[in-house]
């Protein structure tokens, strides 16, 4: 099948309300694609079932699985002949509303300030969402640009009719397992690409970077032997660069079920915080409104690659929730002791510009 093919396949179910997940990998020149055979609403019950899993930042809600054995699974090459157009150059008309305001959203990261100062917890990291109205839109053309401006980062759309379409393009691996390899990263601290990867970074950032590569690996050291992890790097996604440290090693118990390891790692200190509970329970109570599944986790589980079973997660960042006439976009920070409000809200706006750049 070529890609035209497919993306008329997809189309066709998203017009039947039919559950399907399309997405592209960084390093991989191609599509993987989901479509479920029926409309059912399967939650995960096990992590020993394969198929694509789709979690909520909140683990008392609901994670969605679209199990391989109730679907088709497709995975096709990108060719630069047929990858383009799908009537991409319609221009969109959208306006831009702020859901939680820049007044809120200073007084939320003052708060955390002031609960870092209080020894409440040494990070946390807060959010907001944004929604931009807008007309004649559709998700899968909206998903080729992301694929175009995006080749470094997990480009995937989402569609559940009980739930709804969600697309995004993340910077950041939750884990890979391929067998009992296992590979995750370390993942924080933001600044604008201006023309270089040569760039300095603040306190700020490098301490706010290394608790979370100290959480990862005092974690995962009880279930991963010969841990490995690389030097700290600039990484660039689309028009901003983070810290990132690379983390690898063997599982222990290679029959673990991938639950144990999710568990220890899940929500890490690049998305939530540290302590992880206490950052947790800040978040719950004091955002203004529910991340639902951004900064949750997404991706392939115990799927069968060229003879090896791997399973592929991605922590669901620079997303967004998309209904018929708008799109809600998420984004959040990481906050400590040498925050700035003012500077913590400009990080947010930057991260809109990933998603708004595709829904011009
Ligand atoms: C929370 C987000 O990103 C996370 C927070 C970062 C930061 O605080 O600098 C950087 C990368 C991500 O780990 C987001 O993009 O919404």
């Known amino acids: 099948m070529d890609i035209s093919a497919l993306y ?69 090459s990108i060719t630069s002949n047929n990858e383009t157009e799908h009537g991409i150059h319609d221009r969109l008309s959208y306006s831009v509303s702020n ?8 007084q939320l990261v003052s708060n955390s300030i002031q609960a870092i100062e209080d020894d ?3 990070k946390v990291v807060v959010s907001r969402k944004e929604k931009v109205s807008f007309s004649n839109k559709n998700p899968l053309k909206i998903f080729q640009r992301l694929i175009k401006s995006y080749s470094s980062a997990f480009v995937y759309l989402w569609y559940h009719p009980a739930i709804g379409i969600w697309l995004g393009a993340t910077p950041e691996t939750l884990m890979t397992i391929r067998e009992d390899e296992f590979s995750t990263m370390a993942l924080a601290g933001t600044q604008p690409y201006v023309d270089s990867l040569e760039v300095k970074w603040g306190a700020k950032e490098i301490e706010e970077q290394s608790m979370v590569t100290d959480f990862v690996l005092n974690e995962l050291s009880p279930k991963v032997d010969r841990i490995e992890r690389s030097k ?19 599982l222990k118990n290679k029959e673990s079920d991938i639950n144990d390891v999710i568990s220890v790692i899940h929500p890490t200190p690049a998305v939530c915080g540290l302590p992880k509970e206490r950052a947790k329970s800040f978040i719950l109570e004091n955002e203004y409104y529910e991340r639902k599944y951004y900064t949750g986790f997404l991706g392939e589980l115990l799927i069968n690659h060229n003879g090896s079973t791997e399973s592929n997660l991605f922590v669901n960042l620079r997303c967004m929730e998309m209904d018929d006439d708008s799109a809600i976009l998420y984004v959040g920070g990481g906050i400590t002791k040498d925050s700035i409000p003012e500077m913590e809200w400009e990080e947010t706006v930057r991260k809109t510009e990933t998603m708004k750049k595709v829904l011009y």
């Open 8 to 76: 008329l396949k997809i189309q066709s179910h998203l017009d039947d309300q039919l559950p399907f997940v399309v997405y592209k990998k960084s390093e991989e020149e191609k599509l993987n694609c989901f479509l479920q055979n029926d409309n059912l609403l399967y939650e995960l019950d096990s992590y020993n079932t394969s198929g694509f899993v789709f979690a909520p930042f909140d683990n008392r809600e609901r994670t969605i699985l679209i199990p391989k054995e109730k679907s088709k699974f497709y995975s096709v």
């Open 120 to 122: 409440f917890f040494k």
């Open 232 to 250: 700290t790097y600039t990484y660039r996604a689309g028009s901003l660069l983070h810290l990132k440290t690379d983390i690898k090693g063997v």
């Open 99 to 106: 859901s939680v305001s820049k007044e809120n959203y200073l």
